[in-house]
Structure formats: structure tokens, C-alpha cells
């Protein structure tokens, strides 16, 4: 299994207050992924990052904010958690693909997720 | 965007069966991912595919380019196969690696 963890693994809070995820890797991949899991949905990323400080945003990235200071880690800040981020979140790791450069794609491995409930 | 369909979204089957999933896709791809979920559990990435058909197991994946459909086949069904099967595709253009998921397909083995 790919070396990734996620933290904490349950987290409830109220709303209006911060909220960090960790996601951590000892792959040493280069992009990492965050994503959010909710019923009649399908995975829907929130933002992703391609290098160190080098991020992006997703489809769903109103409301969070991420960091990535270090290869192996990549946080997603809610900075005032709304009951509509009560969701489980997942984080996801891949290698670097290069277009056109006969690289292969390759797949994502995810981490456990995190379970959070805003009251 | 491209819009990933899945079918159906629920499945029983009983132990042995012969079991297919499909995913229905809508812009042309780069590579097709079926993974898995068991309940309450994490997400692993069972294929990836890009032309022609994989086997690993009891699971076969196939998929037409040309039809951008795909499907998977579970022979022999086990109720450890329960899960939710999710079909993600990745849409060329670009060098960063962003997929777009299915909604998943419920199976449900019955020893």
C-alpha cells in the first residue's frame, strides 16, 4: 500500500471554527489531491498541488484553502467550517505525468479519509 | 467537463454470479480508472486503461475507445466483492493529472 496517511481520522467541531487535514506521504510523489466524498455525488476535488507551494484549485475550492511547505505534506484548511462541509474527505497521491514525453499514466492511491461532522 | 456515467447504481447478485458494471463517458480520454470502496473503508485503484481489456484476478476491465464505454467484470462473485465500484476518467490537455469520477455502482454478494 502506498504510504499515506491522513489526520485526524473522525474530527466533529462546531461552525464558524477552523478546521486543518493533514495529508501525509512517504512516496514522494509530486502531486497530491484533496477531495470530498458526500452521497448522490461522486469524489469532487477541492484542490490539488503539482510541487512544493504549487497549487491549484478544483471544482468545489469555495471555502478551503490549502498549503503545501514540503514534499510530503498537504494540508486543506476550512478557515470557518459551514454544516455544508460535513463530508468525508479524501487525499490522494500520484506520480508525475508528462504529455508527450511517453510517460504512462499512472494511477492516484488514496488515503483512509477523514470524517468530518460540522454542528 | 466531461460527465462520467455510471450503471447501474445498485447491484445484487447472488454468490457466483457473473457480475458487469458499466461507465459511459462523454469527451474523449486519456486513461480510464476503475477502484474500490468497501464500505466505511478507503479507496484503492483496481485498473487503469487506456485501450483493449485487463485482467487481474476474478476482475476483468474492458473499454472501447471509439464507443467511450467501459466495463467491469467480476466471474465468480464473493460477498467480499461487495463495494462500491467507481469508474474515473482523465480528460487529456494539460500536465497536471486531475480525474473526473462516476457516482459509483452499490454491489451487494449474497452468500
Given at each position: 500500500d502506498a504510504g499515506i496517511t491522513q489526520s485526524p481520522r473522525h474530527k466533529v467541531t462546531e461552525t464558524g471554527t477552523p478546521v486543518t487535514l493533514r495529508c501525509h506521504q512517504?512516496?514522494?510523489?509530486r502531486y497530491m489531491y484533496w477531495y470530498r466524498q458526500d452521497p448522490?455525488?461522486?469524489?469532487?476535488?477541492i484542490h490539488y498541488s503539482y510541487g512544493v507551494k504549487d497549487t491549484d484549485k478544483g471544482?468545489?475550492?469555495?471555502g478551503y484553502s490549502v498549503s503545501r511547505s514540503k514534499t510530503e505534506d498537504f494540508l486543506l484548511t476550512l478557515e470557518s467550517a459551514t454544516s455544508s462541509q460535513t463530508s468525508v474527505y479524501f487525499c490522494a497521491i500520484s506520480e508525475l505525468f508528462v504529455p508527450g514525453q511517453g510517460a504512462q499514466n499512472q494511477p492516484q492511491h488514496f488515503g483512509d479519509g477523514t470524517r468530518l461532522s460540522i454542528l | 467537463k466531461n460527465e462520467v456515467e455510471q450503471s447501474p447504481q445498485n447491484l445484487t447478485a447472488q454468490e457466483g454470479e457473473f457480475i458487469t458494471i458499466n461507465c459511459s463517458y462523454s469527451v474523449g480520454i486519456s486513461a480510464l480508472h476503475w477502484l474500490q470502496q468497501h464500505p466505511g473503508g478507503g479507496i484503492v485503484s483496481l485498473f487503469m486503461l487506456s485501450s483493449g481489456k485487463k485482467k487481474h484476478g476474478r476482475l476483468i476491465a474492458t473499454i472501447n475507445i471509439q464507443e467511450k464505454h467501459s466495463s467491469l467484470h467480476i466471474t465468480?462473485?464473493?460477498?467480499?466483492?461487495?463495494a462500491v465500484y467507481i469508474c474515473a476518467v482523465r480528460t487529456p490537455g494539460g500536465s497536471n493529472y486531475k480525474l473526473t469520477f462516476g457516482k459509483g455502482t452499490l454491489l451487494t454478494v449474497n452468500p
Open positions: 512517504t512516496e514522494n510523489h448522490g455525488h461522486g469524489l469532487r476535488l471544482e468545489v475550492s469555495d | 465468480a462473485s464473493h460477498p467480499r466483492d461487495s
